[in-house]
């Protein structure tokens, strides 16, 4: 089974205008409200792609019975812990061309109720084949939330695909256990290293020398439009992606850590395991609704993807 975990899940609010006025009443006839989160969005193609998949987190009030709700609807498993606080909203306006967007910072997280939570994190571990865990922490968490879970992960020797960004990401990195695979962008690689990085030789050379990467099988720099960059162990790939119009991008990043999931629980070779990553992340981008992807179309995506190693 792969454990998704959200700890700061959303109700994702989609209002869609020709244009949006300012300072006067805009009246919607379109709108979307559906479970969010990043970890959310990767449980979602997991399902889609007929991998066994349970989602965590943190949840609380109406919004998270309506988080609940709407996976028990497309029969996603569910583990959460109940908090005091309410879930938030995510608000997006789809205007002019345009997405304007509103987010809530959602609930702050007890004392008491971290530790709840990864002692039923533990308590489900023993089931658990692979974690994936995505997304920024709630107030409340400490920066080195997301290092305890992979310690506690490593005690049962279930790899952790860790999708953070900023100080929870270097606190991971820096700690004796580490994750089995991580994907920051390439803003956010050059944010944790300090140092900005334009062409593929520099993002290898940080890659190579720097130590907070060393011990990770997998590190993967996606790069938008242009594939992505990966380490695995002291191997290096080039991951080139078709051009298409995309859709919707929001939720890719999400849907190529699906892959990876899927991928590892298929045991797949290497190539073909970043081929299915990067083909679920594009098929995410051909579609209207986030972390949704066409299982049909994933051999054939898989085949205009080019891996070459660098």
């Known amino acids: 089974m792969v454990l998704t ?24 006839s379109h709108i979307s409200k559906t479970a969010g989160g990043k970890g959310i969005n ?9 991998i066994e998949v349970s989602a965590t987190g943190l949840i609380g009030g109406s919004l998270g019975k309506f988080i609940k709700e709407q996976l028990n609807g497309i029969g996603i498993g569910q583990q959460f812990v109940d908090i005091t606080g309410e879930t938030r909203n995510c608000i997006a306006i789809l205007h002019d061309g345009k997405q304007t967007e509103i987010l809530e910072g959602g609930p702050e997280i007890s004392e008491n109720e971290a530790s709840q939570f990864l002692f039923h994190y533990e308590s489900i571990m023993k089931e658990t084949d692979i974690v994936t865990i995505s997304g920024s922490l709630p107030k409340g968490l400490k920066d080195n939330f997301y290092e305890k879970m992979v310690e506690i992960a490593s005690l049962y020797d279930t790899p952790v695909l860790l999708d953070a960004s900023g100080k ?18 390439q803003e956010e690689l050059a944010a944790l290293i300090g140092k900005a990085l334009v062409t593929e030789s520099e993002i290898i050379a940080a890659l190579q020398t720097n130590p907070l990467f060393e011990g990770i099988p997998w ?14 162990d002291n ?4 991951a080139d992606i078709p051009k298409m119009q995309a859709v919707n991008p929001v939720g890719s990043g999400d849907s190529v850590i699906a892959g990876f999931a899927a991928g590892l629980s298929r045991q797949l070779g290497d190539e073909e395991l970043i081929k299915m990553a990067m083909a ?13 992807i066409n299982p049909e179309k994933l051999d054939w995506c898989m085949k205009q993807i080019v891996v070459e190693t660098i």
């Open 168 to 185: 929870a990401l270097e606190a991971a990195l820096e700690s004796s256990d580490k994750p089995f695979l991580i994907k920051p962008n």
């Open 42 to 50: 990767v449980a979602r193609v997991l399902k889609q792609l007929e």
């Open 5 to 28: 975990v959200t700890l700061n899940p959303s109700v994702d609010i989609g209002y869609n205008l020709e244009q949006l006025h300012l300072d006067t009443v805009n009246r919607v």
């Open 280 to 292: 679920t992340g594009v098929l995410n981008a051909l579609e209207e609704r986030t972390g949704y």
């Open 219 to 232: 590190v993967v720099i996606t790069l938008g439009s242009k594939g992505a960059v990966i380490k695995k």
């Open 235 to 238: 191997k290096f790939f080039r």
